[in-house]
């Protein structure tokens, strides 16, 4: 027996987690036991891409780089040459514009993809699979290691959303910004923002400056609320598209609109201008049907909203209409509508509007409670050819209640549980609903009662991984009692993302 025999235990290669708990669940993914890819102060990164894509390609591979040289310290150069992390565009298509395939093994890290979309996508999974304290904004020790593995994965629905609504308390640029990177790290692709209501008008329009100079001076409870100028608006665009969110700017019609009639007396019908609200009533506010000036107004905000929104899509709400007559309301939304469409823009609406005729190419949103109205509406929508996003209030909605004890949040959809909130299939979720119709799902957060990110953050999390995992992964790998897990271990990086999550005592956090 030679005296200096090497002891198996003296291994120092640290292992990286063989299990990694990726949200939402990637399409599939193997293990490629004993391998295991580490970062290192020589790491460098190389994108293959065409010239059509290389810019937005390489802002990509910028970002990613950019975040992991504040957490590891590392130079993390973007080269030209051979490097051991493998970017690339130059993927089939039958990718599509989301898929990606990616592969971590001893000697590289790759993720290929059709688009720099798809890079992205492969990239926020490669996020993931780092150590949580790679998200850390001050520099960390490693080891920076990623599990050996392979992963092939492309989204279940092209319509992955969530919804903050701006107008009842108002979210400053900043905390708008912060919201779309915690919607981004789990791979949404849409926000859709509520810039309109009762309680506050927040998107500047040149041609109707009252609608924010006074209609957009207060929230709910009274205190200041705020505005969008078109540069805040523009930035806003920006950054969500950097990271592949696609705006849809929302001006809810012909109710909710209290904000727009205490700016303008000759959009009312009695020529009035009503005081501004600062409540959280419903149903109480219309525009006036009746008058042309009413299509003068919405031409010119659809107008200046649509040039606004290079995305092809712009919600004119439509719901909870329950001041306007119901003949009026099917006078309404078309007219309405053809001013959206008149812009080059695809009509989205709440799901009332499938009592109207709708043009091609539009989408409903079901914002039902399993109720039977919602589900015809839902199959009212279909049957005209409409797409439907799913939002069922008492599952997707991220301002409901998690249990009598929350201290914020509502509850008239019930209380939500993040098993509630997780545990339904899209594709089943309206009885004889053609599964063609579902676009895919999207999570709103009414801001009644959250007057602050800190709120937002509690109310979302942990919901809004859940929602956004069930856009995403094959019905086959939705499972609560493994989702549970990995959900858990999504705890550490919500810690080092400072996030303010409600750590839910029915999840073990690790
Ligand atoms: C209903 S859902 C509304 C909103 C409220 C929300 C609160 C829908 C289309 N309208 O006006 O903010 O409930 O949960």
Redesign the pocket.
Known sequence: TPLFAPTTTALATPQADPAPSLIPKPVSQTALTGQTFTLTSSSAINVATDAAESQAAGKVAEQFAARLRVSTGYPLAIVPGTATIKLSTNGPASLGAEGYQLRADSTALSVTAATPEGLYRGLTTVRQLLPAKSEASTQQAGPWTVAGTTIDDSPRYAYRGTML?VS?HFFSLTEVKRYIDLAALYKLNKLHLHLS?DQGWRIQVDSWPRLTTYGGSLEVGGTPGGFYTKADFAEIVRYAGERYLQVIPEIDTPG?TNAALASYAQLNCNGVAPPLYTGTD?GFSSLCVAKPVTYTFLDDVFREVAQQTPGDIVHLGG??AHSTPHSDYLTFVPKASALVTKQNKRVMG?QEIAETSLPANSIA?Y?GTDDTRSRDLARKAAAQGAKVVL?P?NRA?L??KYNSSTPYG?S??GYVSIQKSYSWNPSTLIPNLPTTAVAGVEA?I?S?TLDNLDKLEYMAFPRLPGIAELGWSPSSALDWTTYKTRLGAQGSRWDTLSINFYRAPEITWR
Do not use: G, N, T
Request: aromatic letters at 24%; hydrophobic letters at 45%; proline letters at 5%.
């Open positions: 609504d009842r209501d909710h419903v719901d909870e709440w949103q914002w939002s209030a909605y301002d409901m509502l008239w959809a709103p009414w009644e």
